[in-house]
């Protein structure tokens, strides 16, 4: 298997696609604003508790409180609240945790008034960003996670991945790990720890104690509701949680984000540093790999295969709902049952890769095509184990029903990606009401005239739909020339699959889309 990362930035926002095979199997957005990614730890401020859910609501500078259940306060939760304490009050001078002795873990059935009070300041950390109207989910038993190991400040516990099914591969991992861990810091070790030397996981160590300093010297002078330690980059923290040895290539069309790959990568596996290259060509990064394309025929409502079948996605409040339809895909030389296992298989596989590629969580039920056999339910059910076991988040998936549905829960943590494939009529914009199509290129020239002479810009790039592209720049003596001339500036013309017939933008020289 190949996998390439393909990296479009902009002063916005950056999109992140993973291909697998040349296949588009994740879509991340990262806008620049995005204060409150999951992993961020907030020094917060205790607005409210409500007894009821056993639960309390938390101040960390978003508009709306975060909610911290009970359960999510974590064993140690007293012995953070005494550090930060001791912390703030200048009494604990050094990050390291080896003079410190931890306070006794909370009862697992207790009440949350009887350990936070309202106006207290506590250590916190981010585990599922703001999603439709609802505020952080938070949890104050914190971790900070590296390419190896994650550390957990309190906890004194090494534990490993259950996918290391080698006993001796498991012990010899827990006595490196327990030989330099520092006292009062529990590990859990990753699954890509699996046989790394003693030297990659020390410096992976150092690594994470660097991290746990900077938010100690953060916390001495942190007043409540602010941020103390920040998560990596999207970009970054996708590189450490799934780079591999299969990882082909990775293109950004941003040199800084480039830079950004090649020194985590010079830093975490140094062997990898030449796959991050620069992408320059004329059309845009996402168009150039066919990922544009993708993207289009991936999301919306229906998804079909080259086979004929197809999936229909619904979303409601509670969960999302997939059926699975046969459409015209049916082998005469096959009974019905064939056809029926054949297209569920097909299906299996495409569900998995739109629930990574959509990050839908939650609860997903899947009507398959009803399976009368027994061993036929059974195979279905393996293969979409199989097909879901490269997925990061954390899933169930239940055996088909009598009624042919396999319910699937999967961990949320961030917005699910929806990307709109449907467009506006091109020629009403919704509306029902045309303009005269032939103004269409005078609308295109006075604003154009506006950028370059009211707003002195000295060249323009108008991107639009590949036939108007072509429709302006036919012949010698092109409309795109004659505007050349008129202005006595640069004027380029450049096409998009991703819009749609008369959609256009303007773009200055450094590539940046000028708003009018």
Request: net charge positive; aromatic share 8%; hydrophobic share 35%.
């Amino acid at each position: 298997m190949n996998y390439d990362l393909v990296i479009s930035s902009s002063s916005s926002e950056a999109v992140i696609a993973l291909l697998k095979d040349k296949q588009l199997v994740e879509l991340h957005k990262q806008r620049s604003s995005n204060n409150f990614s999951v992993g961020d730890i907030y020094l917060g401020k205790v607005k409210k508790i409500m007894p009821g859910l056993n639960a309390a609501f938390v101040n960390i500078g978003y508009e709306k409180d975060a909610f911290l259940h009970y359960l999510d306060l974590g064993p140690q939760m007293n012995s953070f609240v005494k550090f930060t304490q001791q912390v703030q009050s200048g009494k604990q001078n050094s990050s390291r945790l080896d003079y410190v002795r931890p306070e006794k873990d909370i009862n697992k059935g207790g009440k949350i008034d009887d350990i936070v009070k309202s106006g207290q300041q506590i250590l916190v950390q981010v585990a599922k960003e703001p999603i439709s109207t609802k505020g952080p989910r938070i949890t104050s038993e914190i971790s900070i996670a590296g390419r190896y190991i994650v550390l957990l400040p309190f906890n004194d516990k090494v534990s490993v991945s259950q996918k290391i099914k080698s006993s001796e591969e498991r012990d010899r991992l827990k006595k490196i790990i327990s030989d330099i861990k520092p006292k009062n810091f529990g590990v859990i070790i990753r699954t890509v720890a699996e046989h790394k030397k003693t030297e990659e996981l020390d410096a992976d160590m150092k690594d994470l104690m660097v991290k746990w300093n900077t938010c100690f010297e953060q916390l001495k002078k942190a007043n409540a509701p602010q941020r103390v330690l920040g998560e990596l980059d999207r970009t970054s923290a996708l590189l450490r949680d799934i780079l591999n040895p299969d990882f082909n290539n990775i293109y950004t069309d941003d040199p800084k984000v480039l830079e950004e790959v090649k020194n985590y990568l010079h830093a975490k596996a140094p062997e990898k540093e030449n796959i991050a290259k620069l992408y320059s060509g004329k059309s845009s990064i996402f168009e150039h790999f066919g990922i544009e394309k993708q993207i289009k025929a991936s999301f919306g409502k229906t998804v079909t295969f080259k086979s004929g079948a197809y999936l229909v996605i619904e979303h409601t409040e509670a969960l999302h709902v997939i059926d699975v339809n046969s459409g015209h895909r049916a082998k005469s030389d096959n009974d019905q049952e064939t056809n029926a296992l054949d297209c569920n298989l097909e299906a299996a596989k495409e569900i998995a890769r739109q629930l990574r590629l959509r990050d839908m969580g939650g609860i997903i039920v899947v009507d398959f095509i009803d399976l009368h056999k027994a061993d036929n339910r059974k195979l279905l059910f393996e293969k979409m184990r199989d097909e879901m076991k490269d997925d990061k988040a954390k899933h169930n998936i239940l055996p088909p029903t009598k009624f042919g549905l396999v319910q699937i829960t999967r961990q949320r943590v961030r917005p699910e990606m929806n990307i709109e494939t449907v467009e506006k009529c091109p020629a009403c914009g919704g509306t029902g009401e045309v303009a005269a199509t032939v103004l269409f290129t005078d609308e295109i020239e006075n604003n154009m005239r506006f950028i370059l002479q009211e707003q002195n810009e000295q060249m323009v790039t108008i991107s639009v739909h590949p036939y108007v592209e072509a429709y302006l720049t036919k012949g010698i003596f092109s409309i795109r020339w004659k505007w050349q001339r008129k202005y006595k500036k640069k004027v380029k013309v450049e096409s998009s699959n991703a819009y749609h017939f008369l959609e256009y933008h303007f773009l200055n020289a450094n590539g940046e889309e000028i708003k009018l």
